[in-house]
């Protein structure tokens, strides 16, 4: 009777659930809000889930391999800050240019937290919970309280989040939403394709496992911080495009969003499981959320932060009790087999 | 055990030279006046970090203390808004803080979820409750004798909050150290599986822990609350950070099962006298931050070091 629910890939259920809570969301606030369907909203969401999706992305390779960045928000604004000061003191700088800046920014900040983690054998949590103070004190101090504005950017820089690569029907499909989704394919197939990138499912799976299977453990932690620093650079650079004004607490807060869209997204914290397509929706969830509260009449947009705490908590502990139920499933079926002899001994997973 | 003999040996002198340093600075820092000045400061998140303790011990983390304590602050100030008496209001903000705690308790040993994802998403969702409650207000124009239960000295020159905390201490001290519950908190803190095949009754225990954490975060955020006799929203805004630096730099393993209530002690006198010192020498808030901040990586980075440096003279006696 529950036969099928074994024969469909958890992660395939997670992703088909997720779409379908977006779904009934996006109806539900449809019904609630008078011109929801619109291109503008459209806009409003694509351009704000560009920043949070390489964010997030970042995020879940860190996640994957069993640690956490809770820096990131402080190495968006690190980033964003800096670039910005680089093209008010150089604006002619090329865009590819400017770009790389911010993502070797990034990357080096999360080289630190690399070392420390991988190297230093402190825990993530303890190293990014560091260093989200410490690279939000160097803002602090290097800025001497300036701040970035938009006047005095370059013409180009400004008006990126406006440039439009193509429409479908009137809906725009901006830029810097484009490289957002870029990122996301690239990443996905990466994982799902590259013998390299499986390396991070191994290590976060079982890091002992991992190490006897000869994977270099340590190097792959520390790429994996590598890369969430350098997709928190280049976020820094599409923040700094789409504010144009800079201030000290930019990207404040952004850890926690990108923990929530990954973890909402069907990432396992505890590592070793997650999709790039769970990580897109689930970051899509959040941001829907987040605009739509902040139009609805019914419930002021106070309430934000307490639905999106709540939201996390349903989201995992849905995982949770399906995983377990599914484990428990599984290990049934071995033991019926087993008693027929057609199965190997039983194991315990999760 | 001996390196935790010796680490906090090694706490004391760092804050023996702290003292030095900062008496030579100013000659008032010595004085009894700065000093209860300097616990004053902090108070709240030294009361926090006293439960904090055993919550790390016991191999779990409660990321959700700030907001709780933010939480009880709006949940006073919009109940007083409301017309409730002080009075009344306080008991009913400390239940707040028991309920809010067994909440967390439930997800983590009933659902089964880690406590750094609970707490993660409570961290967010109490500071969202708080928001929900006083939105962008301010609140002010508490009852005199409740102000005065947060500014006045009520015994010799010691403060409430200076009495709550060190009476906390000493229970902390006997519940951990002396009792068999303290016992059970260890074990499960070095493998909650042995622990469970051992009888202890594990879910229980944690579940205790949590509440009184929460009970004791909206304890802190009601001193809070007196001492500046004001709410906002943001009340006690990232004050997790310094809450775990002061006790994983006391040499609580954050894995658990390792640790003592003297060494978070010790710690906490450190960087109150950091801070104050910093202060002295005009260093900023934000700079302040950042020091702590590096501390945090430091107190666990140098025992590693340390560590893997020893085992490295001793070659074949340990690979990992």
Redesign the interface.
């Known amino acids: 009777m529950t036969g099928w629910l074994q024969s469909v890939h958890p992660q395939t259920l997670r992703v088909t659930a997720l779409a379908l809570v977006l779904a009934l969301v996006i109806l539900f606030f449809g019904s609630q809000i008078d011109n929801y369907y619109t291109a503008r909203m459209f806009n409003r969401i694509s351009t704000s889930v560009a920043i949070i999706l390489l964010i997030a992305i970042g995020q879940a390779l860190v996640v994957i391999t069993r640690n956490i960045d809770l820096s990131v928000g402080s190495i968006v604004g690190f980033t964003a800050y800096l670039v910005g000061d680089l093209l008010v003191a150089q604006p002619d700088l090329h865009p590819l240019v400017v770009v790389a800046a911010a993502m070797a920014l990034g990357t080096a900040l999360g080289a630190v937290n690399g070392l420390l983690v991988a190297y230093g054998r402190v825990p993530a949590i303890i190293v990014t919970l560091g260093t989200l103070a410490l690279y939000r004190t160097l803002l602090v101090e290097y800025s001497d309280a300036r701040s970035i504005t938009t006047a005095n950017l370059p013409k180009w820089v400004v008006e990126l989040p406006q440039a439009t690569l193509f429409s479908i029907g009137n809906l725009d499909i901006r830029v810097t939403f484009a490289i957002a989704l870029g990122v996301a394919l690239v990443v996905h197939l990466a994982l799902t394709r590259l013998r390299a990138a499986r390396r991070l499912y191994a290590v976060g799976s079982n890091p002992d496992a991992a190490a006897i299977a000869g994977i270099n453990a340590e190097r792959v932690v520390f790429t994996a911080f590598l890369l969430s620093g350098a997709l928190a650079g280049l976020a820094g650079f599409v923040f700094l495009a789409r504010f144009g004004n800079i201030t000290v607490v930019a990207g404040l807060g952004f850890e926690l969003k990108s923990v929530a869209a990954v973890v909402v997204g069907g990432v396992n914290i505890f590592g070793g499981s997650g999709t790039v397509i769970g990580v897109v929706l689930g970051t899509t969830l959040v941001d829907v959320i987040d605009n739509s509260l902040t139009r609805w009449a019914l419930v002021s947009e106070f309430w934000r932060d307490a639905l999106l705490g709540m939201l996390i908590l349903i989201a995992v502990a849905a995982d949770t009790l399906m995983n377990r139920y599914l484990d428990r499933l599984r290990r049934r079926r071995h033991m019926s087999e087993l008693s027929a002899g057609t199965a190997p001994l039983p194991r315990e997973t999760g | 055990m001996r390196r935790l003999v010796r680490w906090e040996l090694l706490l004391l002198v760092i804050l023996a030279v702290t003292i030095v340093i900062n008496s030579a600075m100013s000659p008032m820092f010595l004085t009894i006046g700065n000093q209860i000045n300097l616990f004053q400061l902090s108070i709240e998140k030294i009361i926090v970090a006293l439960m904090m303790t055993l919550v790390i011990i016991n191999g779990e ?1 409660d990321l959700s203390v700030a907001s709780m304590m933010g939480l009880a602050a709006c949940a006073f100030g919009w109940l007083f808004q409301l017309g409730v008496p002080a009075g009344v209001a306080i008991p009913m903000v400390l239940a707040l803080g028991l309920l809010g705690g067994a909440f967390n308790a439930f ?1 983590i040993t009933v ?4 406590s ?3 707490t ?10 708080a ?2 409650l006083v ?2 207000r301010g609140i002010t124009g508490f009852p005199e004798w409740f102000n005065a239960l947060g500014q006045q000295p009520i015994l010799g020159p010691l403060p409430l909050a200076l009495l709550v905390f060190a009476v906390l201490f000493v229970i902390l001290l006997v519940v951990l150290h002396r009792s068999g519950f303290g016992r059970k908190v260890y074990v499960i803190g070095n493998s909650a599986e042995v622990a469970r095949y051992s009888g202890v009754a594990v879910p229980r225990v944690k579940a205790l822990l949590f509440i009184a954490s929460g009970f004791v975060a909206s304890l802190a955020g009601l001193l809070y609350t007196a001492r500046v006799s004001a709410v906002r929203g943001d009340v006690a805004l990232g004050f997790e ?1 310094d809450i ?1 630096t002061m006790v ?1 730099l006391g040499g609580v393993s ?2 658990g099962g390792k640790g003592t209530l003297w060494g978070v002690l010790l710690s906490i006198l450190i960087v109150l006298n950091l801070r104050n010192g910093m202060a002295l020498a005009n260093i900023t808030g ?2 302040q ?2 020091v ?3 501390l ?2 430091l107190s ?2 140098v025992p ?2 340390v560590q ?1 440096a020893r085992l490295s003279f001793r070659p074949g006696s340990a690979a990992r």
Not at chain 2, 111 to 114: K, L, Q, R, T, V
Not at chain 2, 120 to 129: E, K, N, S, V, Y
């Open positions: 983390i997800w659902i089964g979820m880690p750094l994802v609970v993660l998403a409570m961290l967010i969702g109490f500071r969202g409750m928001r929900i939105e962008d950070l775990i994983l954050i894995f934000h700079l931050t950042g702590i901040g590096l945090l990586i666990v980075l590693n070091l893997s």
